[in-house]
């Protein structure tokens, strides 16, 4: 998709957008940044899900590599999926 643009005149005629094109071309550049973030969603989802639900030496591996963080941590790795947009 097209770079946002933030000048707010009509790409072609130099004029202005209307309040209708100013509302589309939000939309569009709001759809680029949703579409990438659940693409992150995605695939974080599928790594997390094999690295917590692992078993033998793998889980072993884990829980030496998480046992020392506080939970402070493991909310700042999180951060970016439930703090603010």
Known sequence: MNAPRKS???P???APMT???M???VLADEGVERYLRT???QIMARVYGEFFHARGPTAELRDQMLGARTPQQAY???NWLYGAM
């Open 8 to 10: 707010g005149k009509h």
């Open 76 to 78: 700042e790795g999180i």
């Open 19 to 21: 309040g209708a094109e």
């Open 12 to 14: 072609k005629a130099g």
């Open 39 to 41: 693409a992150r969603v």
């Open 23 to 25: 509302v589309i071309q």
